[in-house]
């Protein structure tokens, strides 16, 4: 048994180092146990080769791939990403290998409830899914044994996989043709080697090339001698690697084939996609070429415009919530329309509106509906939605928002500005309020009493007055999160009640104009079900829209961890040091320091032998997990009482505080109490002013205690030092020894300040550049190795420190 008694993760791993390292088996997506990618990028992103389910122990082989196939069902991974090449499934014994292409049709079952949990084998889907796979598995499925069978899953995987270039594709609907057409505009077009101003003559457009392309099969035929109706609609066919004119009175203007520049490039595009598009559409998409019309006429890309990919997404998530005819049986306003890209796409002009603030955006649309864009001039109209009465609103909109059933079937579907009326310099008192960002609508007085805080925000003021005018509509919505899980929007979560239904986010910065490294996302909610927002997941999807998983977002979060924080606080001049306060969250992450001065603002707290152990812990826990787009808008929490005992977590901190770069304890600001070695370790050439550190690490400090009595073995207690030494974990204890190595190299030189701090080494080695900063490099190698090794180590206890982060509730996975 090659792979008996080791763990899941270690399985995995020893699968992928064994029988894959050729391929990157990093990648995570989503709940998938194992996926197989190639380790170079092509134009279009990776091809997934492999999606599989790995089992520790000896499993039937249909049971796992059903768990699987459970598992992409339920989080219609499908979707999200392209498919692989094939699934498998592995335990410890053996791996099996089905193509995707032979499996898909299961996703696609109707009236079946993905919503079971995979590992749940007695529900009636889990054993329908397995009746079926069991029949597919007999005809199309590779089983090796990893002992018996290794030389044939080489040669297996070497033929198979490692040459996968077709995957499963996305199948074209009604749904999405648009939205795929936009995308051809991007990449095929431009690859056409024809004079399209010659062509607009003949009344040939760049739609007849795509519709084309849309109706060729896998083998890039003509997929139309079967359909005369069909074949007598297409002005261009496909054939012979190009195009042709297909209508008899042109084709001797354009006699020869119109060929591609980059065949790869169309090549790769198409690989994405299942031609033609399903039977049961293809007739609507012939009949609704009139939708197929470029969107950027004069399409202005102002601060809020929205990524076609994002539209794109954000309407398949809408289709998976409201149906396949949803445009059909909804209705749709953008009231924060702009220019109106979040709209294209859509297909049934009649059934929807658009407004927007600026006239000049309204002429914009106008000209656009005069080029063919599918939106009807009277529905497209200059509102103020924070200020205009909604008498102002079409008679058709306004007969919709006062019907209380029609409402229901109304979807306000926006990405409204992100403006704020603050700014972090107005946090710390050194700025000023933007003036009239939210205090000019005349909404904001009637909201602020509700919403409180909450109306600094523009989207939350569109929010706001959507839930107060429009009960019961659905709104699908681009914004930051900051309304799920920020501190200023607990009154705000009290007034707006409403279900969620799903959602994913994106890069900030994938947004024009959107500055800043966070999470733009866009949700759907049900404002006709009354429920507070508590905990909402999301799909998460990186700039180049794959799909990374899923991240949860928390509305009903304990006390903040600065509540916690300040508990520690101890009135004294007498201290060794000052740590800021900050809001508590990930965006204020460079603001969290140790410095021996007062700080800027007001808000930090004094250093004491008697804090010294919960001020690490809170500087270690704001600082060893980087900060990302992802988690910007994490916020940090009051823990459990689990630290308390935990003597070690408590020390990894101390160590962690003591060497990282955002302690800037420097000896030029006053005496230097944070030095972690003795004179002799260092060699150094003087006694050093306080030896306060190593008398607390040694247990050595003489400090008056206070009385009280602790439930606990080890439990810290608030103004209490336990006069105990401190015994360092094996991580802990490397930092420690890469300091002191960089610590005897500093007083080996000529002329040290033998107080000196790290802060203080640094500066020696690194100095500062014309403009007063710190250089972030050295010319001494030597001193360039050493500080890269503590580093290295301290990166080494962070990854250690991190998982109790998350059990002692720090913050909330």
């Known amino acids: 048994m090659k792979y008996k008694n080791i763990r899941e993760e270690e399985l995995k791993n020893k699968v992928g180092a064994d029988w894959f390292k050729q391929f990157d088996t990093t990648e995570i997506i989503g709940n998938i146990d194992f996926t197989v990618f190639p380790k170079q990028d092509n134009l279009f992103g990776r091809t997934p080769l492999l999606w599989a389910e790995a089992k520790t122990g000896n499993f039937d082989i249909p049971t796992m791939f059903v768990q699987l196939i459970l598992t992409i069902g339920k989080a219609r991974t499908f979707d999200k990403t392209l498919p692989p090449a094939f699934l498998g499934a592995f335990d410890f014994k053996k791996i099996a290998f089905v193509p995707y292409i032979n499996v898909q049709d299961i996703f696609y079952l109707n009236d079946f409830n993905w919503n079971v949990a995979p590992s749940n084998h007695e529900t009636k889907e889990f054993k329908l899914i397995k009746e079926r796979i069991e029949t597919i598995l007999k005809r199309n499925t590779y089983v090796y044994d990893f002992v018996k069978e290794d030389k044939d899953l080489v040669t297996f995987i070497k033929n198979n996989v490692a040459k996968a270039t077709t995957t499963s594709k996305l199948k074209i609907d009604k749904n999405n043709f648009i939205p795929i057409y936009l995308r051809w505009l991007e990449i095929v077009k431009p690859n056409i080697d024809v004079n ?67 065949k790869e490039t169309y090549l790769q595009f198409w690989k994405r996609y299942k031609r033609p598009p399903i039977k049961e559409f293809q007739d609507y998409i012939i009949e609704r070429r009139d939708l197929l019309v470029q969107q950027d006429i004069r399409e202005r890309k102002g601060a809020f415009f929205t990524p076609r990919q994002w539209v794109e997404l954000s309407q398949k998530y809408l289709t998976d919530y409201l149906g396949e005819n949803w445009q059909d049986d909804y209705y749709i306003w953008d009231c924060a329309a702009g220019t109106g890209n979040l709209l294209a796409g859509l297909t049934n002009k009649y059934h929807i509106y658009a407004s927007t603030l600026d006239q000049a955006d309204i002429n914009v649309m106008h000209e656009r509906i005069d080029h063919g864009a599918n939106l009807l001039k009277n529905h497209v109209f200059q509102f103020d939605f924070l200020n205009d009465d909604f008498t102002k609103l079409p008679q058709g909109l306004q007969d919709i928002i006062n019907d209380e059933e029609k409402r229901k079937k109304l979807v306000i579907y926006i990405n409204p500005p992100y403006a704020e009326a603050t700014s972090s310099k107005t946090v710390t008192g050194t700025g000023e309020n933007k003036s009239g960002v939210t205090t000019n609508f005349k909404i904001n007085d009637q909201l602020k009493p509700k919403i409180g805080n909450a109306s600094n925000e523009i989207f939350a003021l569109f929010m706001a007055n959507i839930y107060e005018k429009m009960p019961g509509c659905i709104l699908g919505q681009f914004s930051k999160l900051k309304f799920v899980n920020g501190s200023n929007f607990k009154k705000f979560k009290d007034y707006f009640l409403a279900d969620y239904v799903s959602g994913f986010i994106v890069p900030a910065e994938t947004f024009d104009n959107v500055k800043g490294k966070f999470p733009i996302g866009f949700t759907i909610w049900n404002t006709s079900k009354k429920s507070k927002i508590d905990i909402i997941e999301t799909d998460v999807f990186d700039k180049n829209g794959n799909f990374k998983g899923t991240k949860n977002f928390y509305g009903d979060l304990p006390h903040s961890i600065n509540k916690w924080f300040v508990q520690f606080q101890i009135k004294t001049k007498e201290n060794i040091g000052l740590l800021s306060n900050y809001p508590p969250d990930f965006q204020n992450q460079a603001k969290v320091f140790i410095k021996i001065n007062q700080m800027a603002r007001s808000g930090s707290i004094n250093i004491v032998a008697t804090n010294i152990i919960p001020i690490s812990i809170y500087f270690s826990v704001r600082l060893c997990l980087e900060a ?60 050093f002013a306080s030896n306060f550190m190593t008398n607390f690490i040694n247990g050595k400090l003489k400090v008056e205690q206070k009385t009280e009595h602790s439930l606990f073995e080890n439990e810290v207690q608030v103004g209490v030092y336990d006069n105990q030494p401190k015994e360092f974990s094996e991580e802990a204890t490397a930092v420690f020894n890469a300091g ?29 550049n014309d403009k007063g900063r710190m250089n972030a490099r050295s010319d001494d190698s030597k001193y360039t190795e050493l500080i890269s090794e503590l580093r290295s180590k301290l990166n080494i206890l962070a990854d250690k420190i991190k998982p109790k982060i998350y059990e002692y509730e720090f913050l909330k996975e």
Not at 669 to 687: C, L, S
């Open 196 to 262: 399209w101003d010659d062509l607009k003559k003949a009344n040939i457009f760049d739609n007849d090339f795509y519709l084309a392309d849309l109706f060729v099969d896998d083998r890039d035929t003509q997929n139309i001698d079967d359909d005369l109706t069909i074949r007598d609609s297409l002005f261009v066919v496909f054939q012979n690697q190009g195009y042709k004119i297909a209508k008899e009175n042109i084709r001797q203007m354009f006699d020869a084939t119109i060929n591609l520049k980059n």
């Open 740 to 768: 002191r190595e960089l610590w005897n190299y500093y007083h080996s030189q000529k002329e040290v300040n033998v107080n000196a701090s790290l802060y203080d080494i640094r500066e020696y080695f690194q100095g500062r």
């Open 628 to 687: 990302t787009w992802l988690n910007d808008r994490d916020q940090f929490s009051f823990p459990n009482d689990g630290w308390k005992t935990d003597a070690e977590f408590q020390n990894d901190c101390l160590a962690f505080a003591l060497f990282y770069g955002q302690n800037r304890i420097s000896s030029s600001e006053g005496i230097n109490h944070w030095i972690p070695f003795t004179e002799q370790e260092v060699h150094a050439k003087e006694k």
